[in-house]
Nanobody, 121 residues
């Protein structure tokens, strides 16, 4: 099995910063890509940022210039540095990964349990 465990969420005032971490563990041959999604109450889950094993990143427009995604393939971790946080960033943030469990299989998609980020005005 593969597990994704997030940490680093919490309560912060508008303009503040938080850093989310996600650790992948279990039967992992290699990681294809990792990313962060978020879901606010009453809204659909959306991709916030993603990073491939080669280091290519992408961001939703609303966080460009404020959030930075980074990864450590050796440690099987992905991070999300969130600066200049706004109340509208309040959501549950989920780690997501496409992982190869063997050299012979295709990738499978996995989710973490989520971590709450609350930004007060």
């Amino acid at each position: 099995q593969v597990q994704l465990v997030e940490s680093g969420g919490g309560l912060v005032q508008a303009g503040g910063s938080l850093r989310l971490s996600c650790a992948a563990s279990g039967k992992i041959f290699s990681i294809k890509s990792m990313g962060w999604y978020r879901q606010a109450p009453g809204k659909q889950r959306e991709l916030v940022a993603g990073i491939t094993s080669g280091g290519t990143t992408n961001y939703v427009d609303s966080v460009k210039g404020r959030f930075t995604i980074s990864g450590d393939n050796a440690k099987k971790m992905v991070y999300l540095q969130m600066n200049s946080l706004k109340p509208e960033d309040t959501a549950v943030y989920y780690c997501n990964a496409d992982i190869y469990r063997s050299a012979l299989s295709g990738s499978n998609n996995y989710w973490g349990q989520g971590t709450q980020v609350t930004v007060s005005s």
